[in-house]
């Protein structure tokens, strides 16, 4: 539902603010009550109980045994409208009945309701057990008409008369007193009573929603850290399974470009050595040097072809092996191997190479070496073999682990989409860079061509 996902997207904090603030007021509302009701309660009982005291203390002296008398006799009935029309008492009670269990009234300051009989109400069925009953509220029973035509409430007290010898309840007291203030009073303990349990309420909520909000603050900052690192390991992982791919791919490609090399370096014994070897093999076997009759002069002439052509197969068998084979590299420098690689191809094809190096950086792994030794090395072979060696220059930077390698001619380029898959020039040296983490860049024209190396330095670490 919509409502409970704005709600789960809302914060701890805020789901503890609304939610507790909710359950707060409802509490708060629910204890109010009780403790205002509770204290209402007391205060018209405690009132009522004095009332009780003082109006007993009067009264009862007056009252003959209850037990013997259906009413009261004219003696005590006149002493007691004596009592209660004049002095401080007079001036409190508005309206005095004794009532017997059954619901008859023994006596009253009202003379029309003597002698009559009403149903016994549950204020009274209390008093007879012996409790003091106390209400402040419009009077609301039936033989209480003139009470009620004040319009205002009265302070109803219910006062059980009690024997001495036996404390049963032979007779109730009720009274209505005028209770000035009361309502004054009352209202003073409820505005109180409210304000000490919204004060509490307020102060418990707010320490609690000051550590929820704590707490919440450092969960969100926990969770931001969590999902961030999160993304990172999920980025990392994407990475590494690209790389594992491109792994894959490069060890499949390595094993089909080795697969090449071993042809192509069996190519260049048959088409070259092998050649010559034949050939010196078969002029061993000529009739010159077979027949003893031969001239001196012949038969040296042939000796001389086959150590010629003998000559030539070992001169390529070393020009193979002094390609294939690395000289010592891993302690060497940047500048060390450049140099080393430009010098070879120089003394080789008697051609000029530009050499600018600018090495600062840290010390590199192996692989990285010998894989700038390769790159030169092929690069300056094909500017020589396919761009004539016009204006061959080679470009090294390494600094602070970023290594740069360019390698240029100006002679007339070539078309990149017309380099087969099987070539082993271009295609090897993009391996060996791609397979090391590196980039590889070809850019050829009519103004010649370039082909750059670069290695970063998270990617160099590797």
């Known amino acids: 539902m919509n409502w409970l996902r704005r709600w789960n997207a809302r914060s701890l904090a805020s789901q503890f603010f609304i939610a507790g603030g909710l359950i707060s007021i409802a509490a708060m509302f629910v204890v109010g009550l009780f403790v205002s009701h509770l204290i209402e309660e007391t205060v018209i009982h405690n009132s009522g ?10 009264i009862a002296p007056l009252l003959p045994d209850m037990q013997t008398e259906s009413l009261l006799d004219e003696a005590s009935a006149q002493a007691l409208d004596e009592t209660l029309g004049q002095g401080a008492l007079g001036k ?16 009253s300051n009202e003379k029309e309701l003597v002698g009559k009989t009403f149903a016994v109400s549950d204020k009274l069925q209390r008093a007879f057990a012996g409790s003091l009953v106390a209400r402040y509220e419009i009077a609301s029973d039936p033989e209480s008409d003139r009470e009620r035509a004040l319009g205002k409430p009265l302070m109803e007290i219910y006062n059980p008369v009690l024997q001495p010898w036996s404390g049963q309840a032979v007779a109730v007291l009720e009274f209505y007193e005028s209770a000035e203030g009361l309502g004054d009073s009352l209202a003073r303990a409820r505005l109180r009573s409210w304000g000490a349990v919204a004060a509490l309420t307020a102060t418990f909520f707010l320490v609690l929603s000051v550590l929820v909000f704590r707490g919440s603050r450092t969960i969100e900052a926990q969770r931001k850290d969590l999902k961030e690192r999160v993304t990172e390991l999920s980025a990392l992982l994407a990475e590494n399974r690209g790389l594992q791919r491109r792994l894959q791919r490069a060890s499949q490609r390595a094993a089909a470009l080795n697969e ?22 078969l002029r061993l076997d000529s009739d010159v040097l077979i027949n003893a009759s031969t001239q001196p002069e012949a038969r040296e002439k042939e000796l001389a072809w086959i150590r010629s052509s003998l000559a030539e197969a070992m001169t390529e068998i070393r020009n193979i092996c002094r390609g294939l084979v690395l000289p010592h590299i891993e302690k060497s420098s940047i500048t060390e191997i450049v140099t080393r690689v430009v010098e070879a191809h120089q003394h080789k094809t ?53 290594v740069r390698v360019e390698v240029s001619d100006h002679g007339d380029g070539f ?21 090391l983490g590196g980039s590889f860049d070809i850019k050829t024209g009519e103004g010649g061509t370039t082909v750059t190396m670069i290695f970063e330095p998270m990617e160099v670490g590797e």
């Open 49 to 58: 109980a004095a009332t009780a005291l003082y109006v007993d203390s009067v």
């Open 92 to 107: 409190r009670l508005v309206s005095f009945k004794l009532w017997r269990s059954d619901g008859t009234i023994l006596y």
């Open 260 to 281: 090449t090399y071993l042809r192509s370096i069996g190519a260049d014994l048959h088409d070259g050595p092998a050649q010559h070897i034949a050939y010196a093999s």
């Open 350 to 402: 008697e051609t000029p190479v530009e050499t600018v190096i600018d090495e600062d950086g840290p010390e590199l792994p192996p692989a990285v070496k010998i894989c700038i030794y390769r790159f030169v090395q092929e690069a300056l072979n094909n500017a020589y073999r396919h761009g004539g060696g016009v204006q061959q220059a080679v470009m090294a930077v390494s600094h602070k682990g970023h």
């Open 415 to 435: 078309d990149p989409t017309e380099v087969r898959p099987t070539s082993l020039g271009l295609v090897g040296l993009r391996e060996r860079v791609d397979s």
